[in-house]
């Protein structure tokens, strides 16, 4: 009928097809020669026995506790950084050097150490006395064994939640460098005559913000926010070096106890893609809400 919009399948245009087909045949391949030439006896069976075997006490089994850990890692990060990445990429524009230049050393010194350099230094160096220093001993050291279940959603047990502030923290300060770079060139991108139109309403600061500056950045910020966030997720797999109980750290131990090196790890990256094309997707469906008023 006219005007009702064709299923994705038939809108692939040839060069999809020939795409489609070369990834088909080199699956395909991949698959043959790992067939006859690899000499090793899979045990999926086995691994998905044991990654749905659930706790002494009927809890959720293991591997994902892991999952669970790195959404509530992934997701209180996202928060943190996008939090200090707004103000670190505001505070980059500011006309005041007291506040642009601490935001700009902040976010070259991140962006140039190394993650993993940066995961140690923060647990080992800082963390240990952050603590103590934010007078958070008695909330995430000195709290009963039980919680509520409120608690254990939103922060997991309570005697790991000294490790989640850790990571999240971590995770967070990493991103936020890179949000803040995001941030500053989608406003430094919007059109000089969008910010003299808004003067020319005699709008305050903070309504010019709001109602013409930002939305029109939004749309551009939009896309690489997202694969910044996703990026995020992927790094919380460092953190599993400080002992924090989340999906690589429990792949580790699960692989190294059972032997499955191959089928666990594999199962490992399957979790985490899942993770990734679900934020995916979520961050497609805002970047097309953010672009609605280029269509009106």
Not at 165 to 173: D, K
Not at 181 to 189: L, M, P, W
Not at 238 to 261: C, K, P, R
Request: hydrophobic share 50%; aromatic share 14%.
């Amino acid at each position: 009928m006219p005007g009702q919009k064709r299923p994705a399948l038939l809108s692939l245009n040839a060069l999809d097809w020939i795409l489609l087909t070369v990834v088909s045949l080199f699956c395909g391949w991949l698959y043959y020669r790992s067939a006859i030439g690899i000499q090793y006896h899979w045990r999926w069976s086995q691994a998905f026995d044991l990654i749905f075997t659930q706790g002494q006490d009927g809890e959720l089994p293991y591997f994902f506790q892991g999952v669970i850990a790195t959404i509530r890692l992934s997701l209180w990060g996202m928060l943190f950084a996008g939090i200090l990445g707004v103000i670190l990429g505001l505070a980059r524009r500011s006309s005041l050097a007291i506040i642009r230049f601490p935001a700009q050393a902040y976010i070259q010194l991140v962006r140039n150490i190394p993650p993993l350099v940066f995961v140690f230094i923060f647990y080992f160096f800082i963390s240990s006395q952050l603590v103590p220093a934010l007078g958070l001993t008695s909330v995430l050291r000195d709290i009963p064994e039980h919680t509520n279940i409120v608690q254990n959603i939103l922060f997991g047990p309570a005697k790991l939640w000294e490790n989640l502030f850790s990571g999240i923290l971590c995770v967070g300060l990493i991103a936020a460098a890179y949000i803040a770079e995001i941030v500053r060139s989608g406003i430094d991108n919007i059109a000089k005559g969008q910010w003299e139109a808004a003067d020319s309403l005699g709008l305050s600061r903070w309504d010019r913000f709001r109602y013409v500056i930002f939305p029109q950045a939004l749309t551009g910020i939009v896309p690489p926010l997202a694969g910044q966030f996703i990026s995020l997720v992927k790094d919380s797999s460092i953190i599993s070096l400080i002992s924090i109980q989340e999906l690589t750290f429990v792949g580790s131990e699960i692989a190294n106890s059972s032997g499955m090196i191959f089928e666990i790890w594999l199962l490992v990256g399957v979790g985490y893609l899942f993770l990734c094309l679900g934020l995916s997707v979520l961050f497609g469906k805002l970047e097309t809400h953010s672009q609605r008023h280029r269509r009106r």
